[in-house]
């Protein structure tokens, strides 16, 4: 009798499993495939330009004057501005759509991934909507890269022996 019992729920598990199959085939079948080397092309493209608009605006500044790394800090400014001030209009997001990392990638991106939650919840107030989902996508990124940034400079330090203090 339990043999029996054993051999029908087997029975089945496989009759559900071909089922399950037969469906992950029809949903293959009618799933279009996205255009790869397009969305490629697009995010190298994308995000080449973020760079060369970046590098446009350190050598402005640097043209100015400025020291390098000054440049680059007002350029990393500007850029992070330019990502935002974007996102709140719209703009950024539907850039994303078409660009795919190649505008998530660049400091453009980062500055996107901060103003985008915020804008979302901006109707819950300051504090509980802005204030609070404002890391919500970039807060992890910000603490592991401290942690990162805090293990290595330990080890280096470590490594050097200890001749700092």
Same mark, same amino acid.
């Given at each position: 009798m339990s043999n029996e019992i054993i051999? =029908?729920?087997?029975?089945e598990q496989l009759k559900q499993q071909v089922e399950q199959q037969r469906y992950q *085939? !029809?949903? *293959? =079948?009618?799933t279009p495939k996205p255009p790869l080397l397009k969305n490629i092309c697009w995010a190298f493209v994308v995000g080449g330009l973020?760079? +060369?608009?970046?590098?446009?605006? $350190? *050598?402005?500044?640097?043209? +100015?004057?400025?020291? !390098? !790394?000054?440049?680059?800090?007002?350029a990393t400014i500007v850029l992070v501005f330019l990502g935002s001030f974007l996102t709140g209009l719209g703009?950024? *997001?539907? +850039? %994303?759509?078409?660009? %795919?990392?190649?505008?998530?990638?660049?400091?453009?991106g980062f500055a996107n991934s901060i103003v985008a939650p915020a804008m979302?919840?901006?109707r819950e107030g300051y504090v509980f909507g802005i204030g609070a989902k404002m890391f919500?996508?970039?807060?992890?990124?910000?603490?592991?890269?401290?942690? $990162?940034?805090?293990?290595?400079g330990l080890i280096?330090?470590?490594?050097?022996?200890?001749r700092g203090l």
């Open positions: 051999s =029908k729920q087997s029975k *085939d !029809k949903v *293959d =079948k009618f973020i760079c +060369l608009l970046g590098q446009f605006i $350190t *050598d402005y500044f640097s043209g +100015l004057g400025l020291s !390098k !790394k000054e440049a680059s800090n007002y703009v950024y *997001d539907e +850039l %994303g759509k078409r660009a %795919g990392a190649g505008s998530v990638v660049p400091i453009t979302e919840f901006k919500v996508i970039a807060g992890p990124v910000l603490v592991y890269g401290m942690v $990162t940034a805090f293990i290595v280096y330090w470590m490594g050097q022996g200890n």
